[in-house]
């Protein structure tokens, strides 16, 4: 009781109980405590938006009430920064609405350049899981690469485009773009798309309610983007605090507790329930069946089905044979029709034009009936009568004829420079020579090494007609590449036109002999040999079109991009262990999309060389060589015998067989344009069984 009164004697007498020393402490307290929490002396309340129908991110349930990963992490960040947390889940165009006019301080989603106009980005602390939808019993890719060649329904929305363009570059695939998650959907099952590729959010649900049925999701999740928070720009204080707080989180583990709770890898169960299912009614089905018939009845009609099945099985397998010869044979002339260099097919015995894509027409200026059927010396006038008896000396003695300079001269008279290659090729019993015309009049304008190059040619060919004892060596960097692209274009497509013409008339052969099976096997292989053709047109297509690309150099962050390509990368594979080690990379000065292609080359080369090794280790670092900066990915992986090294940069020369590692071939040739575009420089250094060092840089020699 004293020490009460005292007390009260103290607030009397001073007008504040501050007065006395006891209050003086605690004032220091408080005020120590606003010090540390600037947000909440700032800012009480912690307005945060969100999407109504994101799960398992954030969406309403039931009740009405939110819930989901980003609302429980929204609670953490409030407890961690001593303020309240308001949660306003609605629409999400509604809730951009209400960011960008200031009523609402904080929203979660994927950072896009659009959106770095309004928004400031914290570090992403998780990652949206996309799946590949697909009808029910089709084999779903495993990987990014696996989507090469195939129809893909996925939304038209602005993350989406900038993910495509950002990191699907490379994949040669048709982008079906639709309005939303159940559009994507339907284009699927109703055969516009092979698959979809969408996020799981927004996908699961649709699949799940019944409104597809028949399309299920694969069973491997990949990360193509990253979701951050983000608050108004210009307003670093808050989103300082934000970012200590999440880090915080994740140091103490209430951050990846979450991403495991609410964010884990649940594959999709729609396909055996649709199986369930279908099992249930055949069981129903036969039920009812045993109870309307009798035995002997039974045993009867279910001989006659067999019978009846067996015919039109075999009848549709026949129908399915003779339908993939068709197809087969329109892709062989799609393929060689839509060919942007001119090709010609010339009989060996009789040298006359057998056919010719319009390319050629094109080149020439001749209607095609005055070319296809013509013979070879018609073209005499355009091309020239001593070339054309080099050519056919050329042929006869060596069987193909590599990058050999001529000026074609077209109808109107104008002269266009070109290099022809040709190759003699057996196809069944004829003998025939299919000859490729490479156009190269605009690049030789552009490129003043390829001009070099294309001179040292004519050169060479002059001393040949001479008849000089010792012929002109390769003079140069330009002649070498353009052998390099020529050789690469009349070789390796003759493979694989040799395999769709070979398997073609092994179908027909089946076919007359009533062996649909085998019939439908060699059906497959032309398809595959026709999109591998189809693929390294492409392929070359855009290697030729790298050094026509111009430049938009700005500041690249490269130790962000080449993390995140690596996380592009590994999506393919989650279960495989790969210890990678990043140390800090200087920025760079050049093209983002054309780097981002370097890096995604070089680290899967490093992934898919290192996958039959039990400890795999990669490391991506970089160093200083005088005054230029050189990026180095490292990896303990295959490797390769170096004396072959000569052939690394040529396109389609592999230093590993097919059946040791897939690829295209193309990825290193891409690397060594891209960054020779740029000025700079890259060398690779490998031991078999060691491992391979790779190194580039941008910078161009002092």
């Not at 600037?38 to 819930?67: C, I, K, M």
């Not at 996908?203 to 069973?219: E, H």
């Not at 990846?256 to 279908?278: I, V, Y």
């Not at 296809?372 to 006038?381: F, I």
């Amino acid at each position: 009781m004293p020490r009460s009164t005292h007390a009260k004697s103290d607030q009397r007498g001073d007008g504040s109980w501050l007065g006395g020393r006891a209050g003086r402490w605690l004032c220091a307290l408080v005020l120590a405590w606003v010090a540390a929490c600037p947000v909440a002396g700032a800012q009480t309340t912690l307005r945060y938006g969100g999407d109504a129908a994101f799960a398992p991110f954030e969406s309403l349930n039931a009740s009405g009430q939110p819930e989901g990963f980003q609302i429980e992490l929204m609670q953490a960040v409030g407890r961690e920064l001593g303020v309240e947390v308001s949660i306003s889940l609605q629409a999400w165009p509604a809730t951009v609405e209400a960011f960008k006019a200031g009523r609402v301080d904080v929203i979660a989603m994927v950072e896009t350049t659009e959106r770095r106009a309004y928004a400031q980005f914290l570090e992403g602390h998780a990652a949206p899981a996309f799946a590949v939808y697909l009808p029910v019993g089709k084999p779903a890719p495993r990987a990014l690469q696996d989507l090469q060649g195939s129809r893909i329904a996925v939304l038209d929305h602005e993350p989406m485009r900038e993910s495509l363009r950002k990191w699907l570059s490379g994949i040669d695939a048709i982008y079906v773009r639709t309005p939303d998650a159940l559009s994507a959907l339907k284009a699927v099952q109703l055969g516009f798309a092979d698959m979809a590729l969408l996020p799981r959010a927004y996908a699961d649900p649709v699949v799940a309610s019944g409104a597809v049925p028949g399309l299920v999701a694969g069973l491997t999740n990949l990360s193509l983007q990253t979701y951050s928070l983000a608050v108004v720009r210009d307003n670093d204080e808050l989103r300082q605090h934000l970012q200590g707080a999440l880090d915080r989180l994740e140091t103490n583990g209430t951050l990846p507790a979450l991403r495991e709770r609410w964010l884990s890898d649940k594959p999709a169960n729609a396909e055996r329930q649709a199986m369930e299912r279908d099992l249930a009614q055949q069981l129903q089905w036969t039920w009812w069946i045993a109870v309307g018939g009798s035995l002997l009845l039974l045993a009867a009609v279910y001989l006659l089905r067999q019978r009846g099945r067996a015919v039109a099985t075999e009848r549709a397998r026949r129908q399915a044979a003779e339908q993939s010869l068709r197809r087969s044979e329109e892709l062989l002339d799609h393929t060689f029709q839509r060919n942007p260099e001119p090709m010609l097919v010339i009989d060996h015995a009789s040298g006359v034009v057998q056919d010719a894509n319009p390319a050629v027409a094109a080149l020439l200026g001749l209607p095609e009936h005055e070319v296809v059927g013509q013979p070879l010396r018609a073209l005499a006038h355009h091309i020239g009568m001593d070339n054309l008896k080099r050519m056919a000396r050329a042929i006869d003695l060596d069987g193909l004829l590599d990058a050999m300079p001529v000026a074609v001269t077209r109808a109107d008279g104008q002269q266009r420079a070109c290099l022809i290659s040709a190759d003699k090729l057996r196809v069944g019993e004829l003998t025939i020579v299919l000859c490729i015309v490479r156009d190269v009049t605009e690049r030789l304008a552009q490129d003043p090494v390829f001009r070099q190059g294309y001179q040292a040619l004519n050169d060479e060919l002059a001393q040949d007609r001479r008849d000089a004892p010792e012929s002109v060596p390769p003079s140069d960097t330009g002649e070498d590449r353009l052998r390099e692209f020529t050789r690469a274009v009349a070789h390796d497509l003759r493979a694989p036109l040799l395999a769709i013409q070979g398997f073609m008339g092994l179908m027909r052969e089946r076919l007359k002999l009533g062996h649909t099976e085998e019939a439908l096997e060699y059906s497959e292989q032309v398809d595959k040999a026709t999109r591998r053709m189809n693929a390294m047109i492409e392929a070359l297509c855009n290697l030729a079109q790298i050094d026509q690309h111009a430049l938009r150099r700005s500041t690249i962050d490269m130790s962000a991009l080449a993390q995140d390509t690596w996380t592009l990368v590994c999506s393919g594979d989650m279960a495989r262990s790969i210890e990678i080690r990043f140390d800090p990379l200087p920025p760079a000065q050049g093209d983002a999309d054309l780097v981002a292609q370097v890096w995604q080359n070089l680290l899967h080369n490093a992934w898919k060389y290192t996958a039959r090794v039990p400890l795999a280790r990669v490391r991506v670092d970089s160093f200083q060589e005088g005054r230029r900066t050189w990026y180095r990915v490292a990896d303990n992986g295959a490797g390769f015998d170096m004396a072959h090294a000569r052939a690394l940069f040529q396109p389609f020369r592999r230093m590993h067989s097919a059946s040791q590692f897939e690829g295209s071939g193309i990825g290193l040739s891409m690397v060594q344009r891209i960054v020779r575009h740029h000025g700079g420089k890259v060398r690779v250094r490998s031991q078999s069984g060691v491992g391979t060092v790779a190194e580039f840089t941008l910078d161009p020699s002092a």
